[in-house]
Nanobody, 115 residues
Framework: QVQLVESGGGLVQAGGSLRLSCVASGSTARFNGMGWYRQAPGKQRELVAIINTGSRTKYSDSAKGRFTISRDNGENTVYLQMDSLKPEDTAVYYC?????????WGHGTQVTVSS
């Protein structure tokens, strides 16, 4: 059974940095796509950044230039380095993975940026 486990969230002041990690377990095969979405209170879940097995990436406009996504294919792990954080980045961040045409989600990790 595929499971995604996130870590690295927390409370940080504006301008600070956090690094999120997500480990996908349940299969030794490589996950096709991995990435991060987020959901702020009262808002819909939105894409932050995704990366495929060839390390091709896609970022939201708000993440470009501040966040960097990377992955370790051998360990089915994806990372999100978040720099220059803003209060509007406050949200629950969810790990996402695509495996054989099926979407999988983690339980989420809270990121809170204080002003």
């Amino acid at each position: 059974q595929v499971q995604l486990v996130e870590s690295g969230g927390g409370l940080v002041q504006a301008g600070g940095s956090l690094r999120l990690s997500c480990v996908a377990s349940g299969s030794t095969a490589r996950f096709n796509g991995m990435g991060w979405y987020r959901q702020a209170p009262g808002k819909q879940r939105e894409l932050v950044a995704i990366i495929n097995t060839g390390s091709r990436t896609k970022y939201s406009d708000s993440a470009k230039g501040r966040f960097t996504i990377s992955r370790d294919n051998g360990e089915n792990t994806v990372y999100l380095q978040m720099d220059s954080l803003k209060p509007e980045d406050t949200a629950v961040y969810y790990c996402w993975a695509l495996f054989y045409f099926t979407d999988y989600w983690g339980h989420g990790t809270q990121v809170t940026v204080s002003s």
